[in-house]
Nanobody
Framework: VQLQASGGGLVQAGGSLRLSCAASGLTFSSAVMGWFRQAPGKAREFVVVTSWSGGITHYADSVRGRFTLSRDNGKNTVYLQMNNLKPEDTAVYYC???????????????????WGQGTQVTVSS
């Protein structure tokens, strides 16, 4: 399984970025997917997770209303649109997938089996 995250960069506060995560080696259309992030000196934290259809999506309180997750099962890709970015959003963002055949959506990062390499998002004030 490979998860390739891209789209990170440097942006000013209030700006926007769109992250992408292209998946291969798994049945993407049935995979529970998520985005997590890790700031320097902090533990990796949940940002948003979604069911195979996108019908169930959970956002962290800190990003709700500013971030939007979407997925294109035809392209095996999940996206994270990030608007109104804040300096505290600065982190490495990772996409993740639960194991094959698992349909339960969870915020717990320990329950995600597959991880991408991460993409850096830096928000300047």
């Amino acid at each position: 399984v490979q998860l390739q995250a891209s789209g990170g960069g440097l942006v000013q506060a209030g700006g926007s970025l769109r992250l992408s995560c292209a998946a291969s080696g798994l049945t993407f259309s049935s995979a529970v997917m998520g985005w997590f992030r890790q700031a320097p000196g902090k533990a990796r934290e949940f940002v948003v997770v979604t069911s195979w259809s996108g019908g169930i999506t959970h956002y962290a309180d800190s990003v709700r209303g500013r971030f939007t997750l979407s997925r294109d099962n035809g392209k095996n890709t999940v996206y994270l649109q990030m608007n109104n970015l804040k300096p505290e959003d600065t982190a490495v963002y990772y996409c993740a997938a639960r194991g094959a055949g698992i349909t339960v959506v969870t915020r717990s990062r320990q329950q995600y089996k597959h991880w991408g390499q991460g993409t850096q998002v830096t928000v300047s004030s």
